[in-house]
């Protein structure tokens, strides 16, 4: 009698306790789907597929209700059963329309990824920089010729180039150190759009494996590992302009695949001198999948591009009828830029519990610039010309182990991931000159070897119990800094070096698999310029960011979703090298708070919605009260869009972006207009053809795309004026597309 009741027991523990349920998710060609996201309804649990299609979720009892979400599938219920549990399971997914109700928000730091995707899957982008524009209240402005880097703002920064968003492709930084023009030069013009899958960003600074520069967010860029077919496309449209794109699958096996994919595009701009722009892309991908559960990634990319360009120019000299919005005072500003790019990507799969991650990345990149922001305010006679130029080489490594599925007392789970890398950057004869025409050096005003070095290592834990997840994470960084000054007549080689230490703590609730309640908080930082940092003999040369972040995600629908965050961030205090004039230049704490709102609403399955609004109230903590704004930090913006997806052969989308005024200088009086500008893009599918029409500013608003409260002086003038100099935003701007899928 007593064996029996012990055998009863042991059989009712058997059925009762939590289980792991275990299995490969895979489409309907039986090939594996990765990141499909796993989440038990009952428990709170989840998990994410890896790049086998296999997945493990803890905490699982009989009758539970799973769900399989992925973007472009249609998402799959099952009830748990004892068999289920006995043995690993193959879930087959069924491909469907992008659509919100595919979307399973579950308690990850980056959910909102998942929710902005059905926008980047649903409306595709007319370039690789208009895929930031994705990212909610970030704002993008082109204001030197189309093939300089992008001024970046968001959460009330002016980001300049790159310095407080770290964006990475494939995990490569695109972010450049000690760069000639701007420190955190961030150029993704390398990347050709129709390559990339999705885009995974995040605001503040609460991320362990995102290091310099991660103070305002990061965006990493994904990209498609195959294609479905091959693909030519051909556009052109005013302004001389035209784009031919091929993308084509060569290597198609059951354990390898690869693709090849290359950009032509040319344009003169809508300028009264005409920028002579073009650009060529080259990229291949393979993937290889390895026995014993292994992948390897390789990516290669070429990209050159140069221009003319019109530059900023003063308001004054369009009020006096000297020019139009469109002339220039100095139309020999241009340059040229390349970067050659090798990437691989190793994952080993341990077992169902543990993962093994390793990038390796080389990139060769030049750069050359010719502006003119002053004109004849330092030389009357021959204008005020720079030339800025570099060589550089990067090199670096990361390597990751990841172990889930770890059950501590109580039915805590706990997982934790702990990585190490590097990266190098060599830059020979970094100059700065003043030149005229493009032609002749008239001073040299820096030379000089730059060498950077960034060691790192991190520990990102996660605790779940419950509906509850907590994150600390700690990461150390470590820079060495080396330059090599040319002006000098005698050997002049300077050194610093410095630790930064990044603690961070999130905390997740998630309420069900369709709430999600958030706070963030950790420090971050960026570096200096080596020639700041040397300058300034080492010190505030990794200012920290302070940042909090409190909000939420709720799809209250499976139709419907919405995100609303309050977040606040410190930045202290740090000096800057300005690159246009070969200076360093103090710049004092900030403070800034801010709110965004979000919605995403799925009509229909051919009709989404969507908007973000972002306001931040940005101060100088050490000025005082009317000298203390921030110039250009954008206070208030908005983006969103109507989207139409295969409805009969048609798709397309109406969006439109909003910037407000905002002060140009520290005491607000000069203000930089703001503007409300509209885009369309039509397409009509016949068999494997596609026909389309590409309108960027829709109702031909007059707006400036980049502003700046300069002081210049004009060839004519006695005196120099400090008012508002301008980039014109682009006109009413029509192109036509057609391209043929086999």
Do not use: C
């Not at 309108?695 to 120099?720: C, G, I, K, P, Y």
């Amino acid at each position: 009698m007593r064996f029996i009741i012990i055998a009863l027991l042991m059989l009712f523990n058997y059925f009762i306790y939590a289980q792991n349920l275990k299995g490969k998710v895979v489409d309907e060609n039986n090939r594996p789907l990765e990141d499909v996201g796993v989440f038990n309804q009952n428990t709170g649990t989840h998990s994410h597929t890896d790049a086998t299609g296999s997945f493990t979720i803890t905490n699982t009892y009989v009758q539970d209700s799973v769900y399989f979400s992925r973007l472009g599938y249609k998402t799959k219920l099952i009830k748990v059963s004892q068999e289920n549990l006995n043995n690993r399971i193959t879930i087959v997914m069924k491909e469907s329309g992008i659509s919100l109700n595919q979307v399973v928000i579950t308690s990850e730091l980056n959910a909102l990824n998942r929710i902005v995707n059905v926008d980047v899957q649903t409306n595709s982008v007319k370039s690789s920089q208009e895929i930031l524009r994705k990212v909610p209240g970030l704002i993008i402005g082109q204001h030197a010729g189309g093939g300089k880097a992008e001024q970046i703002f968001l959460r009330g920064f002016d980001i300049d180039h790159g310095t407080d968003v770290a964006i990475s492709v494939e995990g490569m930084p695109v972010n450049m150190v000690s760069h000639a023009h701007g420190q955190g030069y961030a150029d993704l013009h390398f990347v050709i759009p129709e390559t990339i899958e999705n885009v995974n960003f995040d605001k503040g600074p609460y991320y362990a494996e995102k290091g310099n520069f991660n103070t305002a967010g990061y965006v990493d860029l994904r990209l498609r590992k195959t294609l479905d077919k091959s693909l030519i496309s051909l556009e052109a449209g005013q302004f001389n302009t035209s784009r031919l794109l091929g993308m084509f699958n060569f290597l198609e096996s059951e354990n390898s695949n690869a693709y090849l994919a290359s950009e032509l595009y040319l344009t003169d701009g809508p300028f009264n001198s005409p920028q002579n722009f073009n650009r060529i892309n080259i990229m291949g991908r393979y993937n290889y999948n390895l026995s014993g559960n292994q992948e390897l990634n390789l990516t290669a990319s070429h990209f050159k591009s140069k221009w003319d360009a019109s530059g900023q120019i003063p308001q004054r000299a369009v009020d006096q009828g000297l020019i139009d919005r469109f002339g220039a005072i100095d139309d020999t500003e241009g340059g040229k830029t390349s970067r050659t790019n090798l990437l691989a990507n190793y994952t080993k799969i341990i077992d169902e519990n543990q993962l093994f991650k390793t990038k390796m990345f080389l990139s060769l990149y030049d750069f050359e610039l010719y502006s003119n922001f002053t004109f004849f305010l330092e030389d009357p006679v021959n204008g005020d010309q720079i030339y800025q130029k570099e060589n550089r080489i990067i090199v670096g490594a990361e390597s990751m182990f990841q172990k889930k599925h770890m059950v501590l007392g109580n039915n805590v789970q706990f997982e934790y991931e702990s990585g190490i890398g590097f990266r190098y950057d060599n830059t020979d004869d970094t100059e700065l000159s003043s030149t005229l025409n493009r032609q002749t050096t008239l001073k040299r005003i820096a030379l000089g070897d730059v060498d950077e070095v960034n060691t790192y290592g991190f520990l990102n834990a996660k605790f779940k119990t419950g509906k509850w997840t907590f994150n600390p994470t700690l990461r150390l960084d470590y820079f060495k800094f080396d330059y090599v000054n040319k002006i000098t007549e005698v050997y002049d080689n300077q050194s610093e070096s410095e630790v930064a230490f990044s603690p961070k703590l999130n905390t997740i609730f998630s309420v069900n698999r369709n709430w999600q309640l958030f706070l963030k908080s950790g420090i971050g930082f960026h570096s200096n310029d080596t020639r700041v940092v040397v300058a300034n003999n080492g010190e505030d040369i990794l200012p920290a960011a302070y940042g909090v972040d409190l909000g939420t995600i709720v799809k209250p629908t499976n139709k419907l979703a919405l995100n609303a965050t309050l977040w606040g961030l410190f930045l202290e205090q740090e000096f800057v090298y300005v690159g246009d004039a070969g200076i360093v230049e103090p710049s004092g704490k900030t403070r800034r708070l801010g709110v965004e709102f979000g919605t995403r609403y799925q009509a229909t399955d051919w009709l989404y919605l969507y908007a973000d609004i972002n306001y931040t109230y940005g101060r100088s903590t050490e000025e005082a009260d009317g000298e203390d704004f921030i110039p250009l930090a954008p206070d208030l913006t908005s983006s969103g869009g109507i989207l139409l997806k295969e409805l009969g052969n048609f798709s397309g989308a109406l969006t439109y972006r909003f910037v407000d005024d905002r002060p140009a200088n520290e005491n607000n009086s000069m203000t930089a207009e703001g503007y409300f500008v509209t885009d369309l893009n039509l397409n009509y599918n016949w068999k494997n053809w596609t026909y389309g029409i590409i309108v960027e500013n829709l109702f031909d608003t007059e707006w400036n795309e980049t502003q700046f409260a300069t002081e210049s002086r004009l060839f004519n003038e006695a005196s120099s004026t400090e008012e508002i100099h301008f980039t014109p935003g682009t006109p009413f701007y029509i192109r036509g597309k057609i391209s043929v899928s086999f």
